[in-house]
C-alpha cells in the first residue's frame, strides 16, 4: 500500500531518496525516546519497506539529520561489549518539522488564535531581518 501524501508543507527533509528513512528515523525517535544508532536499525528495519536497511545507511542518514539540526546527541551509554554508544533524539525542529508535515498551513492558520499568530508573525520577522 502506498503511503498517502502528507496534508503540510513539503519540506525538504521528507523529499528525495532519504526522505522515508528520514520519516522512520523520526518516527521511532518521537515515539520511543532517545536511541544509539544501533537500536535505531533494529527498530527501523521493522517498518515497511525498510527491513534491508543496512546499518550503514541509518548511521549516515542520523549523522546527516544532526549536522542539519534535526537530531542531536544527548548522552553516552556503555554497550554490553564494552563500547561507548551516543543516544540521539529528536530536537524541536524535528518536532515541528514532523507537525508541519501532517498539517497545511490553512489549516493552521484556520486553528489558532490571535496570540499564537501574533508569536509566529514575531518569530518570522525576527528571521527575516
Known amino acids: 500500500m502506498a503511503r498517502k501524501k502528507a496534508k503540510g508543507t513539503e519540506l525538504s527533509v521528507f523529499k528525495g531518496r532519504e526522505a522515508k528513512l528520514n520519516r522512520a528515523i523520526f518516527q521511532r525517535l518521537a515515539f ?8 535505531l536499525h533494529k527498530n527501523v528495519r521493522t517498518a515497511m519497506g525498510l527491513k534491508h ?3 550503514g545507511n541509518i548511521n549516515k542518514r542520523v549523522k546527516s539529520l544532526e549536522q542539519l539540526g534535526y537530531v542531536k546527541g544527548v ?7 564494552g563500547f561507548e554508544a551516543v543516544l540521539y533524539e529528536l530536537t524541536s525542529r524535528a518536532y ?3 507537525l508541519l508535515n501532517s498539517i497545511s ?3 493552521l492558520l484556520n486553528r489558532i488564535d ?4 501574533t508569536e509566529i ?4 520577522a525576527r528571521l527575516i531581518s
Open 53 to 55: 536497511t543496512h546499518y
Open 75 to 81: 548522552r553516552i551509554r556503555s554497550t554490553k561489549a
Open 114 to 117: 490571535e496570540d499564537s499568530a
Open 121 to 124: 508573525l514575531a518569530a518570522i
Open 105 to 107: 498551513l490553512e489549516e
Open 96 to 98: 515541528v518539522a514532523l
Open 32 to 39: 520511543k525516546g532517545s536511541q544509539t544508532i544501533y537500536d
